[in-house]
């Protein structure tokens, strides 16, 4: 994706609609064994240029960081939404997922006219909204989203590493490594995991 017209076709059909505070929102962690999922939800002004924007799995660590930098700056309004470890063992990573995904929407202090949620799915909210499968990929507010999902959570699991140097968790940040299969097989699971799922239980 790489044309600005190309990034901001779903932001501006809805403004042709009018619909002018277009949310994007994603969410980062529901594949890794440990910590919780992060959500953030992103209005942009229109039609900015970010640079090297795209979904956050195909960005490095290092412009991640300098695009949430920047994408922070240039946002109408921007919020975080978390579900913890424990939610999503009560809920299931989807519902949890989803979640995150609500309290960051809620979390935004500028209220949106328009959702736009990377996914197949909506969320629990009274407001308009369209899911789109790869999302993250194709719609620049949903891609700034998903890069302050991703550095927020990463973020949060360089904490967590303190709290349990022996997973190493500042390195895989909590997926399925071969790393963290061993430090799982060696020490066992800590609070941080996700009993559910496969490999910790």
């Keep these: 994706m790489d044309s600005l017209e190309s990034w901001y076709r779903y932001e501006e059909e809805l403004l042709d609609q009018g619909y002018s505070l277009v949310a994007g929102v994603d969410e980062a962690g529901r594949g890794p064994l440990a910590g919780p999922v992060v959500a953030a939800a992103v209005i942009l ?29 240039v946002a109408l309004d921007w919020a975080i939404g978390i579900s913890t470890v424990n939610e999503i063992e009560l809920l299931n990573i989807h519902f949890a997922s989803l979640l995150a995904m609500r309290r960051a929407v809620q979390g935004l202090s ?8 990377d996914g197949r799915f909506t969320l629990d909210l009274s407001l ?35 709290l ?4 190493g968790f500042d390195r895989h940040k909590g997926y399925p490594t071969s790393a963290h299969r061993q430090a799982l097989a060696r020490w066992g699971p800590c609070p941080l995991h996700r009993p559910g799922f496969r490999g910790v239980r």
């Design 45 to 73: 002004p229109g039609r900015v240029f970010l640079p090297g924007l795209n979904d956050s799995k195909k960005v490095s660590p290092g412009r991640r960081e300098d695009l949430a930098h920047r994408i922070k700056q």
């Design 164 to 167: 349990y140097p022996q997973y």
């Design 110 to 117: 500028v209220v949106p006219q328009f959702l736009l949620v």
């Design 128 to 162: 308009p909204q369209r899911a789109l499968v790869g999302g993250d990929a194709s719609s620049a507010s949903i891609a700034a989203a998903s890069i302050l999902a991703k550095v927020t959570r990463d973020q949060l699991m360089q904490v967590c590493h303190y």
